[in-house]
């Protein structure tokens, strides 16, 4: 993802020129950023709909739907269903991608130190400070680790990034999930807070010992330095396509409603460990009916031709039931939704 989409709003231009194509605006989630900037470069000329995105997060995403500022919203957090209804709002989720730990520890190459859930969990709450902390040293044996500070850092902003990796804490630590629980914002007991996907890779970057967590899509187009992360299989699995494949292959939609799903730590051999859909918000008393329609029109387009558009960012596509599922939702909840 280009650090320009997540430092401000930025207009995504496709083959038609501005004349040709009508606006839609939406904001929110930095992880999802990196495909609704692709889909919209491709779309706009079979569509007719131009795309403007603030990559703001998620926190900030809700508020504005919430408040009528922007056509859609999006988050990676979904929103329990009396917000929606009290703010007259529906959701589908787009995509689905990892979050990844991004690391800098001198000597530490991509994809070669191990942690884990519990151990990440005791890193963030400031009980390991060290790289070389016999907990880190006993799962990576061989590896040589510095006597380094680790410096934690964390999203300064409101972000559904930060609701998926602090509900995946709260899951293997019962003492992360009584002290600081999971949310778009936390009241994080160590580190340093950065704003937006690209603030917290900046500072980690910076930051000799660093460690924080990123959207799997922003970490692979900017090269980031990954870990191996253990699945609730016991298997130690790289951030890559083959993993985040088998997480979502495990989703069972038929059990949530408002598609509500939680993909983190699901099972199996191969599956990576922090998982999320990411969510947009719609209004369902839009003030503009045919702008509602645009917006589904784009989505839409993404759901039938942006697959392997999304396969390349290393997001995962949806089930085709799951697209069906959705435009059932359209037309059933929002004025405008295509025939």
Same mark, same amino acid.
């Given at each position: 993802m280009r650090v320009a989409t997540i430092a401000a709003a930025v207009v995504l231009a496709g083959v038609a020129t501005a004349a040709q194509a009508q606006q839609i605006t939406g904001a929110g989630s930095t992880f999802a950023a990196p495909i609704y900037a692709k889909w919209a470069e491709a779309a706009q000329g079979a569509t007719g709909v131009k795309l403007n995105y603030q990559a703001i997060g998620s926190g900030a995403g809700i508020n504005q739907i919430n408040n009528r500022t922007v056509d859609f919203g999006a988050s990676d957090m979904p929103v329990p269903a009396d917000q929606l209804a009290q703010h007259k709002l529906m959701q589908f989720p787009t995509v689905i991608g990892g979050v990844v730990m991004i690391i800098n520890v001198p000597g530490v190459k991509s994809d070669e130190m191990k942690l884990t859930g519990p151990v990440l969990a005791d890193i963030y709450l400031g009980k390991i400070t060290k790289w070389n902390d016999p907990a880190i040293a006993a799962l990576n044996p061989g590896l040589k680790l510095p006597a380094l500070a680790i410096a934690p850092v964390h999203r300064a902003d409101g972000s559904g990034t930060t609701f998926v990796f602090t509900?995946?804490?709260?899951?293997?630590? *019962?003492?992360?999930?009584?002290?600081?629980? /999971?949310?778009?914002? &936390?009241?994080? *007991? &160590?580190? /340093?807070?950065?704003?937006?996907?690209?603030?917290?890779?900046?500072?980690?970057?910076?930051?000799?010992?660093g460690i924080g967590y990123d959207e799997s899509a922003y970490a692979a187009e900017n090269h980031l330095t990954t870990t191996l992360l253990k699945n609730k299989a016991g298997k130690f699995v790289a951030p890559a396509m083959q993993t985040y494949e088998a997480a979502a292959a495990n989703a069972d939609w038929s059990k949530v409603k408002n598609f509500a799903i939680d993909l983190n730590d699901q099972p199996g051999a191969e599956s990576w460990?922090?998982?999320?859909?990411? @969510?947009?918000?719609?209004?369902?008393? *839009?003030?503009?009916?045919?702008?509602?329609?645009?917006?589904?029109?784009? @989505?839409?387009?993404?759901?039938?031709?942006? /697959?392997?558009?999304?396969?390349?960012?290393?997001?995962?596509?949806?089930?085709?039931?799951?697209?069906?599922?959705?435009?059932?939702?359209?037309?059933?909840d929002v004025p405008g939704a295509p025939k």
């Open positions: 509900d995946y804490l709260g899951m293997q630590s *019962p003492e992360w999930k009584s002290k600081v629980g /999971s949310s778009t914002s &936390v009241s994080w *007991p &160590v580190g /340093s807070g950065a704003k937006g996907s690209d603030g917290v890779a900046g500072t980690v970057k910076q930051v000799r010992g460990p922090i998982e999320s859909a990411t @969510f947009v918000l719609l209004p369902t008393d *839009p003030k503009d009916a045919a702008q509602s329609g645009r917006v589904m029109r784009f @989505f839409n387009w993404g759901f039938e031709h942006g /697959s392997d558009i999304a396969k390349q960012l290393l997001y995962i596509p949806l089930p085709d039931s799951v697209h069906q599922a959705i435009r059932g939702a359209w037309k059933a």
